[in-house]
Structure formats: C-alpha cells, structure tokens
C-alpha cells in the first residue's frame, strides 16, 4: 500500500499524543536500543530519541514514502526500510516501541511472542493500536465496499478486525512476560472541516480501497462513503465534528533474565 505522508499529516496532533500517552507508561530509564517499528515520517521516533538522547534509535517502515519524509526532517536518526513482520535485529532492543503500525498485520498470536524474542532481558515491547474497527467510520468503508456496485472490485479488500479484545492479549502475553500493562482509550476528537473524517480516514483505513480502485471509481466511492460519515458524523453548531477513536495500549516487560 502506498503512503501520502501529507495526507497522515493532516490531523498530526490528534495521531501523536496516543503515542506520548504510550512512551509515558514504559518502564526504562535508560534503554541504549530503541526501535520503532512503523516509524511513518519520523515524528515518535524524533520524540523517543530526545526522551532518551543517550540511545540509538532506529525507525523502521516498509513505506519509502514516509521513510523519505523522516529521513529529510530527522537526519541524525537511522531509517530502514523493512517488513516490520519479519522484524529480527542484529541487536536486539531495549525497547521496541510501534505507535498505530501493528493493526495493519494478521496472526497477532505469532506476530507478539515473535516481537518479545527481540528483546533483550527487561525489555519492553510498547504498542498501541486503533480499535475502532466497529465504528461507522470503518463499518460503512465495509459495507459499501460488499455492497452489489462494489463487492467484485473491493470485496475482497475488507479483511477481519485485526485487533482482539483485551482479554486475549492479555492471556496470550502473561505468560510470556514479567508485567502487562494493558489499556483501551477512547479520545473524543474534535476535527475540523466540511467532511473530517473523510479526511481522516483517506490517510488511514481508506487508502486501501482506494488504491484497488481504477480512477475513474475512485470519486463516486468516497461520493457514496462521505455520504454517509456526514450522517453518521454531524457538523455540529461551530462547523467542528466530533470523532470519537478507540485506541489499545499494551506494554509488556521481560524479566531480567
């Protein structure tokens, strides 16, 4: 899937303090190897590395459009780019820290444990990720695109809600860890502009049906799905919208040895 990393950018407040409420509960004073993992354009790895200044941080993203906007506005941090799935670091992590990156794979069950192996002994592996999956911002990309007009171009676009429930993770990760420390929050945005959440959902959860369209589809699907944000997402008296996002928090720390 291609990245618009102007697009991610248009709502950077609202995406970046989930991630500062996520860098506030981990657990290290003095991690020395920090990667993020779905780094995007650079903005949480930037933070990371002035929180911790004394570490090596390394942000990882397999879009080189994103990466190209880090690499330009963060110069002095390391970019790769790479599959975060198959994340397996010559040096394992102190720390490894992803902010809305997660959400995008399947088969958390392997995916997590897989993750901890890259730790070295009390690491952290710190997550958070949008579960708002159920909510008419994305149920209504859903059901539009398996609707009769839509369903042979876009049918086969709409994939499970990628994220389980906190009881899941928690009884998958317990085991595996000395701490879980596990969360949901949900943030009552107030966005601005004719159709918000149009707007935000085209530098996220849209971006793939929109790509699997030919162009000249692209207008009357956002047509029919802007339609229906602005009835489910009122302008309210000022012109605001307000949006709520459900978001999971995970940190999980190794024992020492």
């Known amino acids: 899937m291609v990245w618009n990393p102007e697009q991610y950018n248009l709502f950077t407040d609202h995406r970046l303090r989930p991630a500062t409420d996520l860098l506030h509960q981990v657990p290290l004073n003095s991690p020395?190897?920090?990667?993020?993992?779905?780094?995007?354009?650079?903005?949480?790895?930037?933070?990371?590395?002035?929180h911790w200044n004394a570490a090596v941080v390394t942000g990882i993203d397999s879009s080189p459009e994103m990466l190209a906007k880090a690499k330009a506005a963060h110069p002095s941090i390391e970019w790769k780019l790479g599959d975060i799935a198959d994340f397996s670091p010559t040096s394992k992590g102190n720390l490894i820290f992803s902010n809305a990156a997660l959400h995008?794979?399947?088969?958390?069950?392997?995916?997590?444990?897989?993750?901890?192996?890259?730790?070295?002994?009390?690491?952290?592996?710190?997550?958070?990720?949008?579960?708002?999956?159920?909510a008419p911002s994305h149920q209504n990309i859903y059901e539009l695109a398996q609707?009769?007009?839509?369903?042979?171009?876009?049918?086969?676009?709409?994939?499970?809600?990628?994220?389980?429930?906190?009881?899941?993770?928690?009884?998958?990760?317990?085991?595996?860890?000395?701490?879980?420390?596990?969360?949901?929050?949900t943030y009552f945005q107030v966005l601005e502009g004719k159709n918000a959440v149009l707007e935000w959902t085209r530098g996220t959860a849209l971006r793939p049906f929109l790509q699997a369209l030919e162009a000249e589809d692209i207008a009357s699907f956002e047509a029919e799905y802007g339609d229906r944000l602005l009835e489910?997402?009122?302008?309210?008296?000022?012109?605001?919208t307000l949006f709520p996002f459900s978001r999971l928090f995970i940190v999980v720390q190794l024992d020492d040895n």
């Open 232 to 240: 489910a997402y009122p302008r309210r008296r000022d012109g605001s």
């Open 147 to 185: 609707s009769p007009k839509w369903i042979d171009k876009l049918g086969s676009v709409v994939r499970p809600a990628p994220v389980h429930n906190i009881n899941w993770y928690f009884d998958m990760l317990a085991p595996l860890a000395k701490r879980v420390n596990i969360w949901e929050t």
């Open 104 to 134: 995008w794979l399947d088969h958390h069950e392997t995916l997590f444990p897989h993750l901890l192996g890259q730790l070295r002994p009390g690491g952290v592996l710190a997550v958070q990720m949008p579960n708002n999956f159920n």
């Open 32 to 50: 020395s190897v920090i990667y993020d993992l779905g780094c995007g354009t650079g903005t949480v790895a930037s933070i990371i590395s002035e």
